[in-house]
């Protein structure tokens, strides 16, 4: 499989989201999105009461005493730093909850758009865990530096910047997974065709990223993104034995 140069437009790869949120009212899709939006509910209630709890305490023991002159400046870093990274670290384990329920949805969703049989485009339960940990070490391992970076003073003025990014690629990859896994990809595989849509993948997942930072909101953006991230691949995908083809 490859991806037409098209998937790399940001306005026409947000465009498909959009579509994700319209069509998850469908009726069809309906039931495949009740439990991953309960478990959103669930675990994003969880993230904003220890965040509205802790973060102002947790903040306060980052910031030393001789930087205390600063601190107008530096608690709104820390604020930003520790909110992605914790928002980031909710989602993926909301994620990793709702993954046998995310590549049916993904499945019904091809299904409802092309008229192919739902059973042909499911994935074994052990199968879609699995590349569920396996996006989660790859995320871990990247998350870490990236939050170490974010207590070292000075440097860490452009941790939020980095924790944007590494949030809006992060996302990409992980409702992008679902369809691609449904087409047999691997996730080295499904790394590649992103990076061929770099622009494109960012944009998607960076609108996701916003979408999720919305109480309330939130709950209904994961399954859409989903179904999103399906509609995307159907469209800008061409068979890569075509010579030429977009």
Do not use: C, H
Not at 96 to 124: D, V
């Amino acid at each position: 499989m490859k991806f037409a140069k098209k998937g790399n437009n940001p306005l026409l790869a947000m465009g498909y989201l959009v579509q994700g949120l319209k069509l998850s009212a469908s009726p069809e899709l309906r039931a495949f999105i009740i439990i991953p939006v309960l478990i959103n509910l669930a675990l994003y209630s969880i993230a904003l009461a220890l965040g509205y709890y802790y973060i102002d305490e947790l903040i306060n023991q980052f910031i030393p005493d001789w930087l205390q002159w600063l601190r107008l400046i530096l608690w709104p870093l820390f604020f930003i730093s520790f909110f992605i990274a914790g928002f980031f670290t909710f989602t993926v384990l909301a994620n990793l909850i709702a993954a046998p329920f995310y590549g049916k949805l993904s499945a019904k969703t091809l299904a409802k758009i092309t008229g192919q049989s739902l059973a042909s485009a499911e994935q074994p339960l052990a199968k879609v865990v699995l590349a569920e940990l396996v996006r989660i070490v790859y995320f871990a391992t990247r998350a870490v530096p990236l939050l170490i970076l974010s207590f070292i003073p000075g440097v860490n003025v452009i941790a939020p910047v980095l924790w944007a990014l590494f949030g809006a690629w992060g996302m990409a990859l992980e409702y992008m997974a679902y369809p691609l896994e449904n087409a047999g990809l691997l996730f080295s595989e499904q790394k590649q065709l992103l990076k061929d849509v770099r622009l494109g993948a960012l944009s998607f997942g960076g609108l996701a990223v916003a979408g999720l930072t919305i109480p309330v909101f939130n709950i209904i953006v994961a399954p859409a993104a989903v179904i999103g991230a399906t509609i995307y691949v159907n469209e800008v995908k061409v068979d890569s034995t075509a010579s030429g083809s977009e």
